[in-house]
């Protein structure tokens, strides 16, 4: 198992180097200087002169590379051109709220996704597997933040049951945490239930015409375990999969959920640091995003070996 | 002198599509997208002559108003008639969707196609680079060249581009890896066929399949993705009717005339999902496991 990981962190190596040098290159590529595409309208040469020496923008590109990674390994993310304030720590108080959107979401799909599949396939070729297909096709074909702002029509506007927007911390009242969440997750979650749940159906339908679940079910053993205890179970890692790549789109979506709720988490940042041109913004919460993103992937090889012992043996 | 074309019909290519056509017919999840899709190509081609006024022509109606006999979908904060910027979002939606599976088709699928038969450092540096991608959601993809090159509809589909590339070179290069190894590609090569001609005679055809059923769900979320861009600003500018924009902009008053945000969402759900049927009725059609 320790070589399957060791196996697995080296080949996140080039893909950190990789993603790094694009990141990188985000400030390079906008047209214009890159120090005054740092620093805006600032024309001071006493400040051009500090930003170009403590960032190296007169060396070589590689050694400006180098510079910059440095500084990220340090956890210097550069400053704020609109605020003047160190981008890291602005970054890290919005991770937590980011984070609870997505567990939020991804949770909410799968608590509908899991019964949703293993009822289409214990029900396959009836009304409720065709059903079930339809919904979620459908679901699959919603867009997140519409669905976010008919829930926020119907639920905030119309019945006031919800808030419409913003954010609670949890540690000012759970209840108020909770309840403007809701709206946002299950907005984020809809269209992954839809795509989770059409896959478990698939490959549980797979799983059940394997000749173990025949013998199983000669054997007298009740259906329900079959279906729980044997079909699911073989049939969770290609899922697993899935829920690790979603998690990726829903990273995605969320930036955008967050802009409809106004819900202050990175997504939003980064948003109005573009609409901005805070380049060190962007820079850095992008570069939080994709290493999170392949923290999320890193996990996932974690967990195969977890759930199926055959790739801790091979 | 009388030709007899009997035999032109009788050709295997015309055959195979015969047979595809029948398939597609059968299925009734892909008879339903492709009615869906060709619907909507139609309204998207006739806009012009079916909508009742110039869909940027302010103050042809009251400000926010609601669904009247004139308006069928009611107006929007600059009066402009909803049910005319709709019927022409669906050519917005529909340029994305198609140019977005060209350009990623084109790129993805040659790139992966050669470097997998090339073998080698081409392979290895392609695949890193699709790793790389691959760590980048569409969102902050688009989002990162929409800072580069300035928000417009062109930045989309750049990015989409950039954004589903991978997916086929990955398709592509698999298919080319499995099949250059095969004997009658060795035969090919010992009779003198060229590389390029054994990648498009032999190799391509083999994954011709899966990137078509690929490229339907590539124009589903490309819609959905330009919409969502568009919302936030940073895609389709005003005053193009897109439906992504026609929603941000109806978000402000959905309290008063949630019109505004209901059709231009149904008119997404409906492209999308008919890309969705029409990529799974392909799959059942084109995916040798399923078909037994």
Known sequence: MQRYLLRSLLGVIP??????????????LIPGDPVSVMLGRVSDPTVVAAVKGEYGLDKPLVAQYATWLGHVVHLDLGYSISNGEPVAPQIAERIPRTLYLLLGGMLLALLVAVPTGILAAAKHNTWVDLGATALNLVLMSIPSFWFAIILMLILAVHYQVLPATGYVPPEAGLSDFFRHLVIPCVALGASEAGMIARLLRSTMLETLSQNFIVVARAKGVPK??????????????????????????????????????????????????????????????????????????????????????????? | MDIDTSSFTDTPRYSAIKSLLRALVANKKALLGAVMLL???VIGVLAPVLAPFDPNQTGVGPLLSKPTMAHLMGTDTYGRDTF????????????????????????????????????????????????????????????????????????????????????????????????????YVEAARAVGLGDFSIIVKHILPNCASPIVIQCTAIMGYSILAEAGISYLGLGTQPPTPSWGLSLSDGTDYM???????????????????????????????LDPRRRH
């Open chain 1, 224 to 314: 329900r375990r079959v279906l729980y205890r044997h079909a699911l179970r073989n049939s969770v890692v290609p899922v697993v999969t899935v829920v690790a790549v979603e998690i990726g789109y829903l990273l995605g979506g969320s930036i955008i959920i967050e802009q409809v709720f106004g819900y202050p988490g990175m997504g939003l940042l980064l948003i109005t640091s573009i609409t901005a041109r805070d380049y060190p913004v962007i820079q850095g919460t992008i570069l939080v995003y994709a290493l999170f993103f392949l923290a999320i992937n890193l996990l996932t090889d974690l967990l195969y070996t977890i759930l199926d012992p055959r790739i801790r043996y091979s």
């Open chain 1, 15 to 28: 893909t950190l180097f990789g993603i790094s040098v694009l990141i990188f290159l985000i400030i390079h």
């Open chain 2, 84 to 183: 005319s910027r709709l019927l022409f979002g669906a050519r917005i939606s529909l340029l994305v969707a198609f140019s977005v599976a060209i350009g990623s088709t084109a790129i993805g699928v040659f790139a992966g196609l050669i470097t997998g038969y090339v073998g080698g450092v081409a392979d290895y540096l392609l695949m890193r680079l699709v790793d790389v991608l691959f760590a980048f959601p569409w969102v902050l993809m688009t989002l990162s060249v929409a800072t580069i090159l300035g928000p417009g509809l062109e930045t989309v589909i750049i990015s989409l581009i950039i954004v589903y590339s991978p997916a086929l070179a990955r398709l592509a290069r698999s298919s080319a890896l499995s099949v250059r190894e095969m004997q």
């Open chain 2, 39 to 41: 619907l909507l190509v």
């Open chain 2, 255 to 285: 309290g008063i005339v949630p019109q505004l945000v209901v059709f231009p969402g149904l008119a997404i759900v409906y492209a999308v999902l008919s890309f969705n049927l029409l990529g799974d009725g392909l799959r059942d059609i």
